[in-house]
């Protein structure tokens, strides 16, 4: 057995040789060497690094785009895998364990942190998981990149009496946050602009410097692209066709009322990635500006959440029930009933104690789907004041906006590639329905959450589904990939030979560490010391 304050405290001597899943290239059968970890030889760290230990890990759908891309992937640039493999894992949890000479008066071995894994360095997003070796080893080594990166240092200091699984959860819950309180521009502040009206006149004291088009768009050019387009008069086609002129963040003000009705076609992979927006509420900048200026939950609103039965929609659900500003109602959706039955096991109590109305549905429990969408609409008869769309599926837009209410904020979580398109009544974009989309986290968000969990306030470990050693890591990514539990998959490196076990059967398979969760056997900080005392 291992004491736990000798474990926390890193100061038992390192091994020579370490575990660590290496990925050499796009597929499952790249993951490891026939499915298993390597053993790596621990050197010393060089000057400019430190080495940390890998204490827990949260399973990402993240680290499937990798797998399933390989080198091709965005964040990886085209890195030779084969020659030069990485690690995933960038939900992580680790303790320092050995300084390079650099970095002696900033470390010291037994700091915990946890590290933020947008990492850039001169401009470059280096990623941690990605080109930086992530968490699904014993050990790593950080240097420069991380240590005095463009946002200075990407590892947050962590608390010793906070959870090591409770603290790596931080990251995902990052994202969660960070996509309800997103900041946008919110006015026609670019470098290029353009006004599309007969007459411009009205618009030029808004935008100078713009450069102006009659709705027959003469004097346009297939490539000009702006970062701000005024559009008086808006028309599905004209939408249509100026969206494909923005800009990356670029924004289409949509002023007034439709000149014509029907529905425009907007590129949801533009939005969600690119954060391209189409604001409107009003016939002029500032009403659209006070219809699209908030960014989190309508304090005493009606909140939907589509798709939302996986471990990320299950985060959302508990924000919303958890947060001071929550809704009144939340409705929660998805395919499989299961999904819904564990969230209203693990917050149905929480949501009658806040006071807040929990609503679960599936298509199974109707007819067809028009008896559950018209379920859906008596709980909210004028609307819904938030919705946040978990499922990767563009046309999902299409059939969700149904719901919205004026004002809504329609939350594009999950991400699709910049080319799937779907139809949005172009009245809805009129009258202030705000579809955005983020992806990621930026340390600010980490560092909030982080407090949140330090606080008290939040508790990530009610996130958590399942938990395995590092030998388990690659059935847990085929169980992400095949979403075998309704929570987080969380795998502790140190241990090594601990078979995936879901925690509702901790009692039966663990019984030493039975009495340690919490109620509806949540995962907890005693259970996880009492693993790693047990089985580190």
Not at 145 to 173: F, H, I, N
Request: hydrophobic share 40%.
């Amino acid at each position: 057995m291992t004491d736990i304050k000798t474990y926390q405290a890193a100061t038992a001597p390192l091994p020579e040789q370490y575990m660590a899943w290496q990925f050499y290239g796009a597929g499952f059968e790249n993951f490891g060497v026939e499915d298993q970890p390597e053993a790596l030889k621990l050197r010393e760290p060089k000057d400019n690094e430190i080495v940390l230990r890998s204490d827990a890990v949260g399973l990402c759908q993240s680290d499937i785009k990798i797998i399933a891309q390989g080198s091709s992937h965005a964040r990886l640039r085209g890195r030779d895998l084969k020659n030069e493999p990485t690690v995933l894992g960038h939900e992580c949890a680790a303790t320092v364990v050995k300084v390079g000479a650099n970095y002696k008066d900033r470390f010291t071995p037994g700091d915990r942190f946890i590290v933020q894994a947008e990492i850039y360095y001169k401009g470059f997003n280096y990623a941690f998981g990605y080109l930086i070796p992530g968490g699904l080893a014993q050990y790593t080594y950080l240097d420069e990149r991380v240590l005095d990166g463009d946002d200075g240092c990407y590892l947050l200091p962590v608390k010793d009496e906070t959870g090591y699984s409770q603290s790596a959860l931080s990251e995902p819950w990052a994202c969660v946050e960070m996509s309800d309180n997103v900041q946008e521009r919110l006015d026609p502040t670019g470098e290029t602009q353009l006004i599309v009206a007969d007459d411009p006149a009205p618009y030029k004291k808004l935008a100078p410097n713009a450069k102006a088009v009659p709705h027959s768009l003469e004097g346009l050019s297939d490539d000009d692209r702006f970062d701000d387009i005024l559009l008086s008069q808006p028309t599905p086609g004209l939408v249509n066709t100026l969206g494909a002129h923005l800009n990356n963040h670029g924004i289409l003000f949509l002023l007034g009322e439709p000149a014509e009705d029907g529905p425009t076609t907007l590129d949801i992979g533009r939005i969600h990635y690119q954060g391209v927006r189409f604001y409107g509420g009003g016939p002029d900048l500032e009403s659209i500006k006070r219809a699209n200026e908030r960014y989190d939950l309508l304090p005493g609103g009606d909140a939907l959440f589509v798709g939302s039965g996986g471990p990320m929609g299950q985060m959302h659900v508990q924000r919303a029930i958890e947060v001071d500003n929550r809704p009144k109602r939340v409705v929660v959706t998805d395919l499989d009933r299961s999904r819904l039955d564990h969230i209203v096991d693990s917050f149905g109590d929480l949501a009658k104690r806040q006071g807040v109305e929990l609503h679960t549905f599936a298509p199974s429990e109707f007819p067809d789907q028009a008896a559950m969408d018209a379920k859906i609409k008596s709980i909210a008869p004028g609307g819904y004041s938030d919705i946040v769309i978990m499922a990767p599926v563009a046309a999902l837009v299409t059939d969700t906006l149904q719901f919205a209410a004026a004002q809504a904020l329609v939350n594009i979580f999950a991400g699709v590639g910049a080319g799937n398109t779907a139809e949005a009544p172009l009245r809805d974009l009129c009258r202030g329905v705000k579809l955005y989309g983020t992806s990621g986290s930026r340390i600010s968000d980490m560092r909030k959450v982080l407090d949140m969990v330090e606080a008290g306030q939040l508790n990530t470990n009610m996130s958590v589904a399942a938990i395995g050693g590092l030998s388990a890591a690659k059935e847990g990514l085929k169980g992400v990939k095949e979403g075998w539990f309704p929570g987080k998959i969380v795998i502790y490196p140190q241990v090594l030979e601990l078979p995936l076990i879901p925690v509702g059967e901790i009692p039966q398979r663990l019984p030493e560490l039975a009495d340690k969760l919490g109620p509806n056997n949540i995962w907890t900080n005693e259970a996880e010391k009492a693993l790693l005392e047990m089985y580190a």
